[in-house]
């Protein structure tokens, strides 16, 4: 239904100016008139804009509401046009709602994990791309296979697993296992890119007499800075957003990180949206800034390994 | 000449020993992480444990409970309708925006951002912010009694007919950027020659698409179904930010439900068998990747 649907503006795209149609000048059989043209591309941006504006909207929604005031809220329900303007909402999730503690728990959980697990897996895809390990291709798909299974087969372990060792509710076992679970996916899409450096380019560093650890270092990490640049857009928000590992591994209110810290002001501020909006601004800040910034690499991350 | 040989003969032969422990580490984390909890969650599913006293064996006791179990057929049954739902209308929607999109072409950038910002938006926050729009006095209501349609307003979330689909749309809108993004690579990766020559043999709007585009696009297709797959069954987030499974469990997933077993109701055995059958439902689609990604690795 849809499929249909979106087919028809398509059409329309390849069959008025597709991209060799415009760059051969030669004359085309079909060629509409100017003004038909003129009207697609109005119907284009009509259609696109209104797509675009039903997306944004809830964004929109949520930026009002965090700066109303609880009273306005009351007296006109959440769904309406604002009648204020405070920050107050968000004084009171930064502050009151523990929100301060949860933003730098999560950025001492993501940050050392982004780049212990970028870090660790580079080393072996370095190693399982440019050796002739044995066991090569079953290593790399059994770390790939590790990183697709479905996280609850491990929960109970690895909340157990924690406990044993004595760093349950610590922000160390939330690391270690994010560490751990993404390493395999990493892996696999760094090897990929890693393949494709030419062989050459190590030889001559060989006999140059460069050690392996010279190679990865002044070679081969350069060399993958646009995969490495990539996941780790993506990574960020990954691990960043993540509620399940956490509230798997941790118990403390206080060393909770900003997702799970955000279902907690649902609890505590039941019904006072402005702070809850102010809170779900708080928790989104940090990737949209990331998105925003490295959105060539964000956009890149989401396809490696995926279409190739 | 003969230096570049004896390199490479080298390279196959003897690999430096810090080679090998750049792969063993994280493998050894990867193991002590993942494949040893693994095990364990697999043995557990054979057991009663209440996380204090020791695991008492109970064979296949956890798996012949659910075939009773009116919640575990709900979750179950559930979990395959996200399937299908989700899984399909983000398919669906996230191939419409690409073709949409597909075109370079002025403000074309900032449409796709549009799409794909909330992608970065964690599940809570998306819940959270939907969860405004569906309060009995929030957006949605206010929309439909703007538009003379006073009569469907609802407590959404509130009502065990309508959770789950309510709960389904904020999933969709942070996940059709997503698959967008998927096919939009896709999409830019067919030779135009292709539609010059079909729009030479005179072939439609509608033939171009189902004979080049969609052909054109299988291995995405492929790619697209994986994600989906695995990213339904570990849907957890937003059911968990929305309705906790709720109400009645009407919105149950069997990852919601798992958790709250294992967690809450310290059921760690049951929890565990409940993990095992999300494990079975998503085999499939975790060995075809990996066949997939074996026959890349090869080349």
Partial sequence: MTVTHASAPVGKDSGGDSGTGSAAPRPHPRRPALGSRALRTAGFHLTAGMVSALWLLPIALVLVTSTRTFDDIAAHGVGSLPHSFTLDGFRQAWVDGGQQQALVNSMLVTVPTVLLSLGLASMAAFALSR?????????????????????????????????????????????????????????????????AIP???????????????????????PLARPALAALSALSFTWIFNDLLWAITVLRTDTRMPITASLIGLQGQYVSMWNVIAAGSVIAAAPTVAVFLRFQRHFVAGLNLGAVK | MALIGSAR??????????????????????????????????????????GLTAPGFVGLGNFSEMAHDPVFRTALVNTVLWLLLFGGLSAALGLGAALLLQQERRGIGFYRAALFLPVVFSLVATALVWQAMYQPDGLINNVLSAVGLGGWRHAWLADQDTAFYAVIVPALWRQVGYVMVLYLAGLKGIDPVLYEAAKVDGAGRLQQFRHITLPQLRSVNAVVLSVIVIDSLRSFDVVWALTRGGPYHSSELLSTYMYSTAFQSLRLGYGSALAVVIFVLAFGVIASYLVRAFREADR
């Fill in chain 1, 199 to 221: 062989d050459e380019i190590q030889q001559a560093a060989v006999i140059d007499g460069a050690s392996p650890w010279q190679i990865y270092r002044r070679i081969i990490m």
């Fill in chain 2, 9 to 50: 003969r080298s390279r196959a032969t003897r690999v430096p020993p810090v080679v090998l422990a750049f792969v063993l580490v994280p493998l050894l984390a990867e193991a002590f992480w993942v494949f040893w909890p693994a095990l364990q969650g697999f043995y557990l599913s054979l057991t009663s444990w209440d």
């Fill in chain 1, 131 to 195: 050796y002739d390990l044995p066991l090569r291709r079953a290593l790399l798909l059994l770390m790939l296979g590790g990183n697709l299974l479905p996280p609850q087969i491990l929960l109970i372990p690895v909340a157990k697993l924690s406990e044993v060792m004595g760093i349950h509710d610590q922000l160390y076992a939330l690391i270690g296992v994010q560490v751990g679970f993404g390493v395999g996916f990493y892996v696999f899409v760094l090897h990929g890119f890693m393949r």
